[in-house]
């Protein structure tokens, strides 16, 4: 399973873009790559999934470099609600082995 | 998107009683179901895979027999703590894939928050 490293914590005043990296070196050819979002007490929900180079949909864009062996999430404009803990996965969801990492606690401030 | 649903959200119990653990697939048919559980200020950490039909696939260090684990159907998969202790308090939390996309994205459930008294 390809181990993720993230940044622990990054804080951000509203209105501003965040990007927030995670590596991945072992991250195997068959291996996408997912983020997902975490609120206290909730499951962690979907925000958007890649393979390489730039993926982008309503929430937020993935940007992928050639080797793969590391991801960005980029939050456009983030608000206070987007306060939470945001998970890099990397695996074969279909296999069923994707293995969460530390995650990033993102802080919005006013 | 694909709709996961736990039941309870909330269960409080006493030492040593069972506590039984739902997840259900609600618009969409799931034959692996995955469980984890969660510690305060932590990360998810996978229990084990739920195949539909067959046993379920613990990681190592997980008791399988004080977790145990049923996919009577492709709609429904539960976690039965065994003889809980506080230790075993804990957010438990279940996914499952549907299927669609590259890999099928993972839907989660609300989470079911344990606390053995």
């Known amino acids: 399973l390809a181990k993720t490293t993230q940044p622990i914590s990054m804080d951000s005043y509203e209105g501003q873009e965040v990007n927030i990296t995670c590596s991945h070196n072992?991250?195997?050819?068959?291996?996408?790559i997912t983020w997902y979002q975490q609120f206290p007490s909730q499951g962690p929900r979907f925000i958007i999934q890649?393979?390489?180079t730039k993926v982008t949909n309503e929430v937020a864009s993935l940007f992928i470099p050639a080797d793969r062996k590391s991801s960005t999430l980029s939050l456009p404009r983030v608000s206070l609600s987007d306060t939470a803990v945001y998970y890099c996965?990397?695996?074969?969801?279909?296999?069923?082995?994707?293995?969460f990492g530390d995650g990033t606690t993102l802080t919005v401030k006013p | 998107g694909a709709v996961v649903s736990q039941h309870p959200s909330r269960v409080i119990c006493k030492s040593g009683t069972s506590v039984k653990i739902e997840c259900r697939s609600l618009?969409?048919?799931?034959?692996?179901m995955f469980w984890y559980r969660q510690f305060p200020k932590q990360s998810l950490m996978l229990m084990a895979t739920?195949?539909?039909?067959?046993?379920?696939?613990?990681e190592q260090g997980v008791e399988k027999d004080k977790f145990l684990i049923n996919h009577a159907s492709l709609t429904l998969s539960t976690l039965t703590v065994t003889s809980a202790h506080p230790e075993d308090s804990s957010f438990y939390i279940c996914?499952?894939?549907?299927?669609?996309?590259?890999?099928?994205?993972?839907?989660f459930g609300e989470g079911s928050r344990l606390t053995v008294l």
């Open positions: 739920s195949n539909e039909g067959s046993k379920a696939t613990y």
């Open positions: 996965l990397v695996g074969d969801n279909n296999a069923g082995k994707s293995t």
């Open positions: 890649g393979y390489k």
């Open positions: 618009d969409f048919q799931a034959t692996t």
């Open positions: 996914s499952a894939n549907d299927g669609t996309g590259n890999t099928g994205e993972l839907f």
């Open positions: 072992n991250i195997a050819t068959n291996d996408y």
